[in-house]
């Protein structure tokens, strides 16, 4: 047994040898046998980290009774494309809502705050190609992540916490339950806090002054992440508008073809017929354009100032607050997705733009996710 102090708290830590392959366990679920859901719900994975590598990975147990529960005969697997790569069978550790339990595969990092068990893995199970379960003593299943038999990549260069409003375990991995963070961030280990709430995530993210305000919209053809107020010129098509940019843009005179970031709207018709879905947000785009007191572009820091086509690449933002607060402004592009009138394109997977330590790209994969569960429009 070995014990290590952070930020004056002890934590314990169970040498990786507790640890056993699954073939070792005739007791253990295999990957053929199906599980009884445990009527346990407080008692879930609360938050999935992933930093640099894969040596990186930590899986944190969370609670939120206030009572210390006993985790005596409860066991989590570890399954990889095969079956139960790894899996460990609790002691005498118990949690509760300020003693979290941790699992992790770097022996020298991730500890905050909280009085924690933390579980040292001898083997790279903790990253989002992995199933992972959580089972009561009688094996019944209380909380899971991932995707049983599936080797299908749920988290990629993120990590992923749990909501507060979502606190409580699931017999089924759901997406919507958790919101997915920038990676090798640890300020939401070892507690139960998220960044936003779920209605949050929903309204998008936010402009921000003090990351971005200070920022150049672009210079010598590359982005840097500002914004400028703009003007309309003429609409186009759901994904695409026409703006006039003023000279501090450094985009050129005149009028620009701005093509609207993440997203991808069915087609009008431009003479062979128009797809499903295709003027309903054309209409929806136009109509938040043309009540809008405001509309600012932003550009996309680290990537790409235009495309193929020469179109200008942004985020366009509006607002109907005749203050023209920084705060009112809505995000269009993401309003387009969460209302299923535009496909999510996952080909910015690796964009920098964030708000509150959430990035564009997955307010817009959680609008995506959102628009699929409820069946709205083209996923309808």
């Known amino acids: 047994m070995k014990r290590s102090l952070f930020n004056g708290k ?33 008692i879930f994975i609360s938050e999935l980290f992933v930093g640099s590598s894969l040596e990186d ?37 118990i949690i509760s809502k300020n003693k979290l339990v941790i699992f992790k595969t770097n022996e020298n990092v991730y500890y905050q705050d909280n009085i924690n068990t933390v579980i040292n893995l001898d083997a790279d199970v903790i990253y989002g190609r992995n199933y992972i379960e959580l089972l009561d003593k009688e094996n019944k299943l209380i909380d899971c992540v991932g995707y049983k038999k599936i080797n299908v990549s749920y988290l990629n260069n993120h990590s992923m916490v749990r909501l507060k409003e979502k606190q409580v ?72 508008t026409y703006f006039k940019f003023p000279s501090s843009a450094n985009v050129g005179t005149g009028t620009q073809k701005v093509r609207y970031l993440l997203i991808d709207t069915p087609e009008i018709d431009h003479g062979s017929g128009a797809e499903p879905y295709g003027d309903a947000a054309k209409k929806f785009t136009d109509d938040k354009l043309k009540s809008a007191t405001s509309v600012i572009v932003q550009s996309n820091k680290d990537f790409a100032l235009r495309e193929n086509y020469d179109r200008l690449l942004g985020y366009v933002w509006y607002t109907t607050d005749p203050s023209k607060d920084l705060v009112s402004y809505r995000l269009l592009n993401f309003e387009l997705v969460l209302n299923g009138l535009a ?38």
């Open 343 to 380: 496909k999510f394109s996952t080909y910015n997977e690796y964009e920098t733009m964030y708000y509150k330590d959430v990035l564009y790209f997955n307010y817009f994969e959680y609008g995506y996710e959102t628009a699929v569960d409820k069946k709205i429009n083209i996923y309808s």
């Open 169 to 240: 375990s699931n017999h089924k991995f759901d997406n919507l339950n958790f919101i997915k963070i920038k990676a090798e961030n640890k300020n939401y280990l070892g507690n139960l806090n998220a960044p936003l709430t779920q209605e949050e995530i929903i309204s998008g993210p936010r402009l921000s002054e003090e990351v971005y305000g200070n920022q150049k919209y672009s210079e010598n053809d590359k982005p840097y992440g500002g914004y400028v107020n703009v003007t309309i010129s003429s609409y186009v098509d759901g994904d695409t």
């Open 57 to 93: 990975g930590v899986l944190e147990l969370g609670s939120t009774s206030e009572n210390e529960i006993s985790l005596h005969g409860f066991t989590v697997n570890f399954y990889n494309s095969k079956g139960v790569e790894k899996f460990y069978t609790f002691k005498d550790e």
């Open 10 to 42: 002890l934590i314990l830590i169970l040498a990786s040898g507790t640890l056993l392959l699954s073939a070792c366990n005739t007791n253990n679920v295999n990957d053929d046998e199906t599980t009884t859901p445990s009527n346990i719900e407080n």
